[in-house]
């Protein structure tokens, strides 16, 4: 049975890491710039499956080279959970809430706020989505990296606490959860990849 040294298993596992994180990033900023779905998933996958060679890897990689894995698996946890969670906002409401630049949300109300061109009376929720998300999955990715993921109920309840006025809306509500969860997800899996590969 032909048994490699530790250290080259280590050197293959991080160059293989380095290539999936760059590629992933890659895929991400594509996704980004064109909005389509196949670069996201693709980028999805080689995520999962790097996770997956880091679980049954037997020896991890160097703690120098992990903080450089670190650092753009951060990258690429924060920038490819906005078109991830955008997706998957986008199925779950099937195309029904009109979104703003920001990342918030425009609902028709009874009798007051702004009036659209057709005279329908809308108001503007959940404002500042998208850099609330960038923040959170920031806290989310570098609190697993570091072994504290006790933080991410704290980035969680900080986030509903800032939300709740804007409950009232159903559309609110349910963006927020499922907006938060994919997001969460999406930096939980990246994180977890590279907090395995280190540790």
Same mark, same amino acid.
């Given at each position: 049975?032909?048994?490699?040294? !530790?250290?080259?298993?280590?050197?293959?596992?991080?160059?293989?890491?380095f290539l999936v994180l760059?590629?992933?990033?890659?895929?991400?900023?594509?996704?980004?710039? =064109?909005?389509?779905?196949?670069?996201?998933?693709?980028?999805?996958?080689?995520?999962?499956?790097?996770?997956?060679?880091?679980?049954?890897?037997?020896?991890?990689?160097?703690?120098?080279?992990?903080?450089?894995?670190?650092?753009? $698996?951060?990258?690429?946890?924060?920038?490819?959970?906005? !078109?991830?969670? =955008?997706?998957?906002?986008?199925?779950?409401?099937?195309?029904?809430?009109?979104?703003?630049?920001?990342?918030?949300?425009?609902?028709?109300?009874?009798?007051?706020?702004?009036?659209?061109?057709?005279?329908?009376?809308?108001?503007?929720?959940?404002? $500042?989505?998208?850099?609330?998300?960038?923040?959170?999955?920031?806290?989310?990715?570098?609190?697993?990296?570091?072994?504290?993921?006790?933080?991410?109920?704290?980035?969680?309840?900080?986030?509903?606490?800032?939300?709740?006025?804007?409950?009232?809306?159903?559309?609110?509500?349910?963006?927020?959860?499922? $907006?938060?969860?994919?997001?969460?997800?999406?930096?939980?899996?990246?994180? $977890?990849?590279? =907090?395995?590969?280190?540790?």
């Open positions: 049975m032909l048994v490699f040294p !530790p250290q080259l298993v280590a050197a293959i596992l991080s160059i293989f890491l760059c590629a992933a990033l890659v895929l991400i900023v594509v996704s980004l710039r =064109r909005p389509t779905t196949l670069p996201l998933v693709i980028a999805g996958i080689m995520v999962v499956f790097g996770l997956v060679v880091v679980a049954i890897s037997p020896v991890k990689i160097p703690v120098l080279v992990g903080m450089m894995l670190g650092l753009l $698996g951060v990258a690429v946890a924060v920038l490819g959970g906005n !078109p991830a969670t =955008r997706r998957v906002l986008e199925v779950a409401t099937g195309g029904r809430v009109r979104e703003t630049e920001d990342g918030g949300i425009v609902v028709s109300v009874p009798a007051s706020g702004t009036a659209t061109d057709d005279g329908e009376a809308v108001r503007t929720l959940m404002r $500042g989505g998208t850099v609330i998300g960038y923040l959170e999955r920031v806290a989310v990715v570098v609190s697993i990296i570091a072994g504290f993921p006790e933080a991410i109920a704290v980035v969680v309840a900080v986030k509903g606490i800032g939300r709740f006025p804007e409950f009232a809306a159903s559309e609110a509500r349910e963006r927020f959860i499922i $907006g938060t969860l994919a997001s969460l997800l999406w930096a939980a899996a990246v994180g $977890g990849l590279i =907090r395995l590969a280190i540790w």
